[in-house]
Structure formats: C-alpha cells, structure tokens
C-alpha cells in the first residue's frame, strides 16, 4: 500500500516568515494530494489539495507544489501568523482507494 | 461545520467496558472512515465502509469492530477497553470509494479509567 512520509515533524517559525512541510509518498499511481490542518483538539480540516494533473496550487498564503517524477509534494505557508499554529497533516491516494496519511507535523509560530 | 456528526462528544468508562461511537456522515457521502488519535500520534486508520461493505481495513484490534447500515451511518464498537484505548476517534467521510476528499466529524474523545 501507499506509504506517506512527513517531515520535519515540528516546525518552529517567526512570525511574518515562511513555513515549508515536505511529503513523499510511495505508491507512483497516487493521483490525489490534500493537506489538512488541525488545532488543538479539533477536527482536522482541509486547508489545499492538489490533483497529479498540476504541479502547483495557491490559495492566499498557501501554496502546494507536486513533483510527481521525485514523488514528493510541499505545503508553503507564507507571512506566517500566529493563528497558524496547528499540527498540518499531508495526504495521498490513488483512484478508488483510501488516503494514506503522513505522522504530521507540528508548527509553532512565535510572536 | 464538515456536515458529519458523532456522537457522544465525550465518553469516560471503565476498563473491561464496551462503548458504541456512533458517525452520520454527510449528505450523499458513501464512505465512512474510522480513525483513533492518541495523545500526541498522528490519524491511525482502522477501517472503512463503503455503501455498507467494508472496504478497507488499518490497524483495528480484534476488540474493535464497526459496521454501517443501510442508512449509511455507521457505528464503531470498542469492547474489553483498556487503559490504552483512551483517545480521540474520529469519523471521515467521502462521496466515494476514495481518491477524494475526506471530511472530518468533531470527534469522541474517550477517557477509559
């Protein structure tokens, strides 16, 4: 099955700067990419995804970028602020089949 | 609001106890998605049902099972708890078999004494 790789695992950053979170994944048919953020004791939420058909993607502050040859794909957030705090989760699946998560990671953004 | 419900929000029990969390997913979603977070762990998947079949299988414990019914909510069944057992489950749902987006209930947070 697919398996999601997820780093760093925690992420410290001063406000106003950028933050970047890498994934790679292993199953090469895996066609669809979402992010997802989650505060403390929340649900996790979508926040960007990407399809294999784009490289990359932007929402405000967001941005996904996908390499599908090296098999990985980032999450840029830029200004940082510090609402964004939260544990970010990267995703991954094929047509027809579950997403497979990576371990999360963790970011701070200090005032 | 993702527009899938669970309840209880919250269940404290003891050790040895069984508990029925309880998932509506939203409207028109086929898929349902079962997930447990402890404290500090990332989204363990445990299983999936599509359309009333299981489809997917994580890493469920024997003690654990679940089942969704014709009207497509589901149900996961946590019997024998332990101590470790005490975490957030989540429910997720997708319009299909998978490939898309899930959207994600409140969650039960479960405390076993």
């Known amino acids: 099955g697919e398996n999601v790789e997820q780093h760093p695992s925690t992420l410290s950053v001063q406000e106003g700067d950028s933050a970047v979170i890498k994934c790679t994944y292993s199953?090469?048919?895996?066609?669809?990419f979402p992010w997802y953020k989650q505060e403390l004791g929340k649900r996790p939420q979508l926040i960007i995804d990407?399809?294999?058909?784009?490289g990359e993607k932007k929402d405000q502050r967001i941005a996904v970028t996908l390499n599908k040859t090296a098999k990985h794909f980032s999450l840029h957030i830029t200004e940082t602020q510090p609402e964004d705090s939260a544990v970010y989760f990267c995703a991954a699946s094929r047509n027809d089949y579950k997403l497979s998560f990576g371990a999360g990671t963790t970011v701070t953004v200090r005032a | 609001d993702s527009g899938v419900t669970q309840t209880p929000k919250h269940l404290i029990t003891a050790t040895g106890q069984r508990v029925t969390l309880r998932c509506s997913p939203r409207?028109?979603?086929?898929?349902v998605y079962w997930y447990q977070q402890s404290l500090d762990q990332g989204l363990q998947f445990l299983i999936q049902?599509?359309?009333?079949?299981?489809?997917a299988k994580g890493n469920i414990l024997e003690r654990f099972s679940a089942q969704q019914f014709p009207d497509l909510h589901s149900e996961l069944n946590l019997s024998s708890l332990e101590l470790g057992d005490s975490a957030l489950y989540f429910c997720?749902?997708?319009?299909?078999?998978?490939?898309?987006?899930?959207?994600f209930g409140p969650g039960t947070r479960l405390l076993v004494l």
């Open positions: 199953d090469s048919a895996s066609n669809y």
């Open positions: 049902y599509y359309n009333g079949e299981e489809r």
């Open positions: 990407i399809r294999s058909n784009v």
């Open positions: 409207s028109g979603d086929l898929s």
């Open positions: 997720a749902s997708s319009v299909d078999q998978g490939g898309e987006t899930q959207y």
